[in-house]
């Protein structure tokens, strides 16, 4: 699967074959890019590295500041003034862009550092970038864990140079720079040095390494060398007094000259960063190939957890780059919390989690169950220690910024975990943490009026009490349990009986009928809510565009009439954004998971695709990525219940890895190669480890320890999934 990776699918426009059927009803609502960086990764890692161009909103690319519509440019074609470390991957505006410490070989004399130059040649593999700069430097890039490795092959020259930048961070963009407060930087010995900035409040410290001896090594300041100068000493920068400082090499090259810098990092100090570095990248001169190595080996592990049957080396590359995105964030750095002095899990870069709860983190348990249990425990530290779950955590003070986004979103993850009887979180304090974080921000609205507004955390919260009574029940506190019930009940307060619809507030990201299809606890109350199963239906085909003429999807710079207006068609925003992305199983819980399988299959076969333009919108730290491997799978998860639903996949045969050791196969029989806009295929009866099957869904744990779900397809719709519907729990 790593062959068929394209770590460039996704830093363009949307670029998609046009869309026919269902598809060309439904209504764009945000960016058309994805928004991702073709740098190089590790799995979960805290370090990535790229290209930097300045753009929105990784540092790489082309494109202006973006929140609807096409974005405009800021390049005219690819370019870079060097190259930087920790990048998002697929957010919008987060407010918080990284791309520290960057790296620019150089022939020009320094006063010119921060221009830019053209880049070609480009190449990128998972755990690898490269690019060729139009002044005619090679640069080569690989990444560990908590280090990168960069290579440059230089030109003829007299006086070439590479330049390390410790005062630049975030983007070109307006508002979108990091000033550090405090740095210190100094020169340890020859091809040695050292330093630290705080940014955002973090410190992040660098330990440094460049093969070349012979190059003259130097600090600079204000685009100035300092010869003889050993280090720099900032106390207090301000915005208006910051001056560009760093680190320098430089001396004559030949042909072909390579150098090589290796750069441990560490929010923990230096010390810990040179350890960092040495852990990752060993001792000794030219790393970059057994560094390069051992991160491709990752890379090939984890991208080997699942495996799908296809003729189509297009679907292959559509698929493998998703799991690949999956796999990128959030970024898990044990042992290098840089705000409470205990050791353990730390996590940074959750920084879409309203998005990646619903299909990544479910993704994630299933693939790496280890790695979910420290992200679990991570969580429950910065609870303890901050005093309430983060819905977004970046690394930064003051870090979870999005409250309107979402709440309750850890309960749901820790819920899973529970629920899977996962070992390695202590259930009691997880409980605890779970209960008191339901009470604030938006959980006081909750408690003393029965709703809280935006509406949709109305949904959140009793959501949120649901999953806490599922820990509650498993440590036997049958009282709480009893507490929970009522309030985990009071998800009705947010929807109006009369059109079936949430009630008017307002939205992140949506509109009423974008949140008014998510997948509840009490799917059956809901249904009855809005008249029952025909009614219910009758608003899903609806919103899905069943019988609705085409759209005109937002252009460059769309005005507030026009977003109005397509706002008010009330539609599916077809997977360009994620407030509606558990919507089209809703059917489900209605009987009709033939209506899953349209809508589904539209989506996966025409709303993704190759190419730099293959992401309907931004791809959210894989959330979206991570959508597309469940639905070409044909089992989605439901988050914080523990149970998967079950429809028509989009491959013939896949194997699921599960944790590693168990293996979950899916198979098919009368399946039919599916094409850009050929009609679904719809079960018709499946079996389950050899046994018949008449639900349409499965439990966590018939999946997590492997087994066989085989599913007979026909060209028509079946009885199959019609009768037994999937769970509720029904009001009291």
């Known amino acids: 699967m790593i062959d068929r990776v394209d770590p460039f699918i996704g830093t363009e426009v949307t670029s998609l074959p046009k869309q ?132 440059y092959t230089f030109p003829r020259h007299e006086n070439a140079r590479i330049v390390i930048d410790f005062s630049l961070g975030g983007l070109s963009i307006p508002y979108g720079s990091t000033i550090p407060l405090r740095a210190h930087l100094e020169q340890v010995a020859p091809g040695i040095a050292q330093g630290e900035i705080v940014v955002e409040g973090t410190p992040l410290s660098v330990y440094i390494e460049c093969d070349e001896h012979h190059w003259r090594q130097m600090l600079w300041y204000d685009r100035r060398l300092m010869p003889g100068g050993t280090r720099l000493d900032f106390d207090h920068i301000r915005p208006t007094t910051l001056r560009p400082f760093g680190l320098m090499w430089a001396g004559p090259s030949e042909p072909g000259h390579t150098i090589e810098i290796r750069i441990g990092f560490s929010l923990r100090g230096v010390e810990q960063a040179r350890e960092n570095l040495r852990r990752d990248c060993g001792s000794g001169a030219n790393r970059f190939g057994y560094r390069r190595e051992r991160t491709q080996k990752a890379w090939r592990k984890q991208l080997r957890s699942i495996a799908i049957d296809t003729p189509s080396a297009d679907r292959e590359t559509i698929f493998g780059t998703a799991l690949y995105h999956s796999l990128i964030k959030p970024c898990l750095a044990p042992q290098e919390s840089p705000f409470w002095p205990t050791d353990g899990p730390f996590v940074f870069d ?50 979870d910024r999005f409250s309107r986004q979402g709440s309750a979103l850890a309960q749901t993850f820790l819920a899973d975990l529970c629920q899977l009887g996962l070992p390695g979180i202590d259930w009691d304090w997880a409980l605890v943490h779970m209960h008191n974080d339901l009470r604030r921000t938006y959980g006081e609205d909750f408690l003393l009026r029965g709703h809280a507004h935006p509406i949709s955390h109305t949904l959140d919260l009793a959501f949120g009490y649901w999953c806490t009574s599922k820990v509650a029940l498993r440590m036997g506190d049958r009282a709480l349990v009893k507490e929970f019930e009522p309030l985990a009940a009071q998800w009705v307060n947010a929807f109006d009986s009369a059109s079936g619809l949430l009630r008017d507030s307002t939205f992140y990201e949506g509109s009423k009928y974008n949140y008014s299809f998510r997948l509840l606890h009490d799917m059956a109350g809901r249904i009855d809510l809005a008249g029952g199963d025909d009614a219910f239906v009758q608003l899903l085909d609806d919103f899905f565009g069943y019988g609705a003429d085409p759209v005109t999807q937002p252009g460059i710079d769309p005005g507030p009439d026009e977003l109005a207006a397509g706002y008010a068609l009330g539609r599916f925003e077809g997977l360009n954004n994620e407030p509606d992305m558990e919507a089209p199983w809703s059917y489900h819980y209605a009987g009709r998971p033939d209506r899953t399988a349209e809508v ?20 959210d730290s894989g959330g979206l990525s991570s959508w597309y491997i469940w639905a070409s799978l044909g089992i989605f998860p439901i988050a914080g219940q523990n149970r998967f639903l079950v429809n028509a996949p989009s491959f013939a045969e896949s194997e699921i890895r599960v944790g590693g050791e168990e293996t979950f196969f899916v198979r098919t029989r009368g399946f039919r190669e599916p ?58």
């Open 600 to 619: 589904v299959h539209a989506i996966v076969h025409q709303q993704f695709g190759t190419g730099r333009g293959g992401l309907p919108g931004n791809d």
């Open 350 to 399: 959750l920084s879409t989690m309203w998005d990646i709860y619903r299909t990544q983190l479910p993704l994630l348990t299933t693939l790496m169950p280890e790695r979910a249990v420290e992200l679990g425990n991570a969580l429950l530290t910065i609870c303890e220690e901050e005093g309430n779950f983060p819905i977004g955590y970046r690394m930064a003070r003051g870090s």
């Open 675 to 732: 094409e850009h806009d050929s009609p679904a295929q719809y079960v018709q009866s499946a079996t389950l480890n050899g046994a018949p099957l008449d639900r349409t869904w499965l439990r966590g744990d018939e999946l997590h320890r492997g087994g066989e779900l085989v599913l007979e397809l026909g060209d028509e719709p079946s009885a199959w999934g019609t009768a037994r519907r999937p769970p509720s729990t029904p009001v009291r």
């Open 20 to 151: 026919t059927g269902l598809a060309a009803t439904w209504w764009w609502a945000k960016p058309q890019v994805g928004n991702t960086h073709p740098g190089a990764t590790y799995p979960l890692g805290m370090v990535s590295a790229c290209a930097y161009s300045g753009a929105y909103p990784t540092g790489y690319g082309r494109y202006d500041l973006n929140t609807e519509g096409i974005p405009r440019t800021i390049h005219d074609e690819p370019v870079a003034s060097g190259f930087t470390h920790f990048q998002q991957s697929g957010t919008g505006a987060i407010r918080k862009y990284y791309n520290y410490f960057r790296v620019t070989p150089m022939l020009e004399p320094l006063d010119v550092l921060g221009r830019t130059w053209g880049i070609e040649d480009e190449e990128a593999t998972p755990g690898y970038y490269a690019a060729t700069l139009d002044s005619g430097v090679r640069s080569e890039i690989t990444v560990g864990p908590k280090s990168a490795v960069h290579r």
